[in-house]
């Protein structure tokens, strides 16, 4: 709330509701502080960018210690659709994914398999590092909350994602859709007409 008393709301629970939620993408900087200057400004998540920034691992695993410093979620975007890529940024302590180029419910399942520990998924099980603070506890208590709490956020940004909209975004697991405007618009012939009745 607005008297500082509530806590941040998880990503999770911020794709539960419709009303506007303010981020940011970084793309090009990294300083310790950045997290709480983001949230001294009103971002509600972030978004640390693997794609297009040429922020590596080592980058972000970092950056998102700074920003569980701030109380600030955290989604990374992948810079490709293989399995290390997606379960090493979770292992990093991600909270949120998004993965590129995602066309079809089939995809999509196949990429959350990647984010998720059995029985939801195939994600190799690696315990008492980043993601889970460092702490100790009970394995299947652990791997059920890790599921419960990581998002996928399935990036929209070809005409075939628009035409699988509806399967993928109907795919337990899949917490939201995201467009990538530009690239869609690209796949679709009208590069970067975005006022274009299609």
Same mark, same amino acid.
């Given at each position: 709330?607005?008297?500082?008393?509530?806590?941040?709301?998880?990503?999770?629970?911020?794709?539960?509701?419709?009303?506007?939620?303010?981020?940011?993408?970084?793309?090009?900087?990294?300083?310790?502080?950045?997290?709480?200057?983001?949230?001294?400004?009103?971002?509600?998540?972030?978004?640390?960018?693997?794609?297009?920034?040429?922020?590596?691992?080592?980058?972000?695993?970092?950056?998102? =210690?700074?920003?569980?410093?701030?109380?600030?979620?955290?989604?990374? =975007?992948?810079?490709?659709?293989?399995?290390?890529?997606?379960? =090493?940024?979770?292992?990093?302590?991600?909270?949120?994914?998004?993965?590129?180029?995602?066309?079809?419910?089939?995809?999509?399942?196949?990429?959350?398999?990647?984010?998720?520990?059995?029985?939801?998924?195939? =994600?190799?099980?690696?315990?008492?590092?980043?993601?889970?603070?460092?702490?100790?506890?009970?394995?299947?208590?652990?791997?059920?909350?890790?599921?419960?709490?990581?998002?996928?956020?399935?990036?929209?940004?070809?005409?075939?994602?628009?035409?699988?909209?509806?399967?993928?975004?109907?795919?337990?697991?899949?917490?939201?859709?995201?467009?990538?405007?530009?690239?869609?618009?690209?796949?679709?012939?009208?590069?970067?007409?975005?006022?274009?009745?299609?």
């Amino acid at each position: 709330g607005d008297d500082g008393t509530m806590a941040q709301p998880t990503l999770k629970q911020m794709t539960r509701h419709g009303r506007l939620k303010v981020g940011t993408f970084l793309v090009e900087f990294n300083t310790p502080g950045i997290g709480q200057i983001l949230k001294a400004g009103g971002c509600e998540y972030v978004l640390l960018d693997m794609e297009h920034s040429g922020f590596g691992i080592d980058t972000v695993k970092q950056m998102l =210690r700074y920003m569980q410093a701030a109380d600030m979620p955290a989604i990374v =975007r992948v810079p490709s659709r293989e399995y290390h890529h997606a379960a =090493r940024a979770m292992d990093a302590g991600a909270e949120g994914i998004m993965l590129p180029m995602i066309g079809s419910a089939k995809v999509a399942r196949e990429l959350l398999s990647y984010i998720k520990y059995a029985p939801e998924g195939g =994600r190799g099980v690696a315990l008492q590092i980043a993601h889970d603070r460092y702490e100790p506890g009970p394995v299947l208590e652990k791997l059920k909350a890790a599921n419960k709490r990581s998002t996928f956020f399935a990036l929209i940004e070809t005409a075939e994602g628009v035409e699988n909209a509806d399967g993928i975004a109907a795919l337990k697991g899949v917490d939201a859709l995201w467009i990538g405007h530009f690239d869609l618009t690209v796949s679709m012939g009208i590069s970067g007409q975005f006022d274009h009745p299609d």
